[in-house]
């Protein structure tokens, strides 16, 4: 089935600095969609791509939408203590009424 | 605005006891309903799905199940818990369209003893 790959697990940044995450796959979607998670809360729709090679900012995040619609990634720049939380990716191909995740990335802000 | 409420936020069951656990969506209609499932803190399980009153369908097999007795509620129930059961129970909702995006409650942890 389908699969999206965030990597790694965990990322662990100073304060101030941008963090990039990318999304793979090996196959096709028409949407990708960027989450983040507070601990103990649910996801939160951070930023919603749907052309291929669409760029989209929301605030201090920038987001992108693969050329190839195999990927996505998300930028956080000058990052501050409330960046901290889950990152998932997901992507939908048009095709039923689900959504793919992948595993989530862990991110840390250390002040 | 849409609003997406979910009870009760925590929940702490012996094993072998009921489950019940709600979700209700406030500010749209038809929505698309979602349950998923996080264990420690990480990847998101889909456990059911439903596209319309009466309509279910079952991702993984288990000893869950879910119903929508009306157009904006969504439940998911036990008859008996087991110990693997426990984790973070998330309802979702989604338009279906366009870009199918979900909007996630806040969750309820549940906690089988």
């Known amino acids: 089935g389908q699969q999206l790959n965030q990597s790694p697990q965990s990322m662990f940044i100073q304060e101030g600095e941008d963090v990039s995450m990318n999304c793979t796959s090996s196959s096709i979607f028409n949407t990708w969609l960027w989450y983040k998670q507070d601990p103990g809360e649910g996801p939160v729709l951070l930023i919603a791509?749907?052309?291929?090679?669409e760029l989209t900012s929301n605030g201090r995040l920038t987001a992108q939408f693969g050329i190839t619609r195999k990927d996505s990634f998300l930028n956080i720049s000058a990052s501050i203590p409330s960046d901290v939380g889950i990152y998932f990716c997901?992507?939908?191909?048009?095709?039923?009424?689900?959504?793919?995740f992948g595993k989530g990335i862990t991110l840390s802000v250390r002040p | 605005s849409q609003t997406i409420h979910q009870w009760p936020a925590t929940l702490v069951q012996p094993v072998g006891s009921p489950l019940s656990l709600e979700c209700t969506v406030e500010g749209t209609s038809n929505p698309n309903l979602y349950w998923y499932r996080q264990a420690a803190g990480r990847g998101l399980q889909l456990l059911f799905y439903?596209?319309?009153?009466?309509?279910i369908s079952s991702e993984v097999p288990q000893n869950l199940s879910a119903s929508r007795p009306q157009d904006r509620q969504f439940i998911l129930s036990s008859k008996k818990l087991l110990l693997s059961d426990s984790g973070f129970y998330l309802c979702a909702w989604g338009t279906g369209t366009g870009g199918n995006e979900q909007y996630f409650g806040p969750g309820t942890r549940l906690t089988v003893t």
């Open positions: 439903s596209v319309g009153i009466g309509q």
């Open positions: 997901a992507g939908y191909t048009g095709a039923n009424s689900k959504l793919t």
């Open positions: 791509l749907y052309k291929a090679g």
